[in-house]
């Protein structure tokens, strides 16, 4: 079953916040903005920023009103999510906490690097999602549904 906006969700944060996350696998990171007279210019390299050899680019768009998406972990997958416009909020869950976070910024990244369940909502009519990842596309990997992820979990803590 999917946990989206469960009332136990303890800490609704932003990414602009400096606090710790208090779910595990989840960093932040600041890209250097170059900008000048006409604008603000952000350049992303593989192992040089971002922690990893970039194999994949996604990015989501034009999402209807309403969409609630992802509801997934990934096994074997890491991935910097970056909202290179508007906004949009993540349910993300280790299996023992979950936290909220809005991605508004695109200066900022979010780095997920290990199991995070992850539902994706409030997406703004302008939002553009991008998601940079270490390994190309392979369905074998994701985990859709909610009880085998915590099966998952508990298996990697075991
Ligand atoms: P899906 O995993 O449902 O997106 P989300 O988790 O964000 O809700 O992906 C939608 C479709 O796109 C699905 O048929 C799988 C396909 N897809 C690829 O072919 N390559 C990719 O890199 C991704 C992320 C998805």
């Given at each position: 079953m999917a946990v989206l906006l469960e009332k136990s969700v303890p800490v609704t944060d932003t990414i602009a916040s400096p606090r710790k996350l208090?779910?595990?696998?989840?960093?932040?990171?600041?890209?250097r903005v170059m900008g000048d007279h006409r604008g603000s210019l952000i350049s992303l390299e593989g192992n040089n920023g971002?922690?990893?050899?970039?194999?994949?680019?996604?990015?989501?768009?034009?999402?209807?009103h309403g969409t609630v998406r992802g509801f997934h972990a990934n096994k074997n997958s890491n991935k910097v999510m970056i909202c290179t416009s508007g906004s949009c909020k993540f349910l993300l869950d280790d299996g023992r906490r979950k936290q909220v976070v809005t991605l508004d910024n695109p200066a900022k990244g979010m780095y997920v690097h290990g199991l995070i369940w992850r539902e994706i909502f409030d997406f703004t009519p302008d939002c553009v999602l991008m998601v940079l990842a270490d390994t190309v596309y392979d369905e074998r990997e994701y985990v859709r549904n909610y009880q085998d992820f915590?099966?998952?979990?508990?298996a990697s803590i075991a």
């Open positions: 208090n779910v595990d696998f989840v960093d932040f990171i600041d890209f971002i922690p990893f050899d970039i194999k994949r680019v996604y990015y989501i768009f034009e999402t209807t915590l099966r998952e979990v508990t």
